[in-house]
């Protein structure tokens, strides 16, 4: 096996351990690259169909080429989709700095979703390499009732053996893509052919790496317009994916304080 089908295999593995041992799941939709890998995979590891409810918790601020792609593919993919709102700014801890207060307005809408719906976890389609704070993260990642996050308590996770028995209570977040980086995401995206949005090419010699709300997030200069050429791009760049990302500009401990919270 080369490695992506060892990532693919691991991924999938995750999946059905996840959801045979786990009642009332549901996987986040961000619309980036990564959770339409995480979709696809799902639709691999349950034959084509996603057995439980994919959410977007949407704060109205993606670009439109989002939107469009989520309308699309939510109905070619058959998912059982749920669409969630983020409460208003106004009603966000102020002492965050600007992007990062923002951000959180996501946090809170999470917050409001898992205790509307009753999840018990959640696949989220984070990975290690994106972000200092994520590199601390497990596949099986538990948490607080409405999502916080201790990342001092979290359990030992050897040789792909995970802990899928909590106690009740227990709020689970699941990272099938934890192990991936990001020139694994456009090999796998270029060897299965699945769908990108277009913001992720270059448009005028720029185009962005990672998608968030269109207020807080740049471009970043380029000259990729295929997947072969974003790989190519990646092997050699020392730019940081999350540049383009406000938040990550900010405080230092800005990201870490909404990740303890419970933000992705």
């Not at 986040?28 to 639709?43: E, H, Y």
């Not at 185009?207 to 092997?235: C, F, H, M, N």
């Not at 020392?238 to 304080?257: L, P, Q």
Request: hydrophobic residues 40%; contains cysteine; charged residues 30%.
């Amino acid at each position: 096996m080369d490695r992506l089908d060892q990532l693919e295999s691991q991924s999938i593995f995750i999946f059905r351990e996840a959801f045979n041992r786990i009642e009332n799941i549901a996987m986040l939709w961000s619309l980036g690259k990564d959770s339409n890998v995480m979709i696809w995979l799902a639709r691999k590891a349950f034959f084509g169909h996603v057995p439980f409810p994919v959410m977007h918790v949407d704060t109205e601020k993606k670009f439109p080429e989002m939107y469009e792609f989520r309308d699309r593919y939510a109905a070619e993919w058959n998912l059982n989709f749920i669409r969630e709102l983020c409460p208003p700014l106004d009603t966000i801890d102020e002492t965050l700095p600007p992007a990062a207060r923002s951000a959180a307005r996501k946090t809170e809408g999470l917050k409001l979703a898992i205790k509307k719906h009753g999840f018990n976890a959640l696949f989220a389609g984070i990975r290690r390499d994106e972000e200092a704070t994520r590199a601390k993260e497990r596949v099986f990642s538990p948490r607080g009732l409405t999502g916080q996050w201790d990342f001092k308590d979290q359990p030992p996770e050897f040789w792909d053996q995970f802990k899928t028995d909590f106690p009740p209570g227990t709020h689970i977040r699941i990272h099938p893509l934890l192990h991936w980086t990001e020139v694994d995401i456009w090999l796998y995206t270029q060897r299965e052919q699945i769908p990108t949005i277009p913001l992720y090419f270059a448009k005028d010699g720029k185009r962005y790496r990672s998608l968030g709300d269109k207020d807080i997030t740049s471009p970043v200069a380029s000259t990729a317009t295929t997947v072969e050429e974003i790989i190519e791009e990646l092997r050699t760049t020392r730019i940081s994916e999350r540049s383009g990302r406000a938040m990550d500009h900010e405080s230092e401990d800005a990201f870490e304080r909404l990740r303890a919270d419970g933000y992705l």
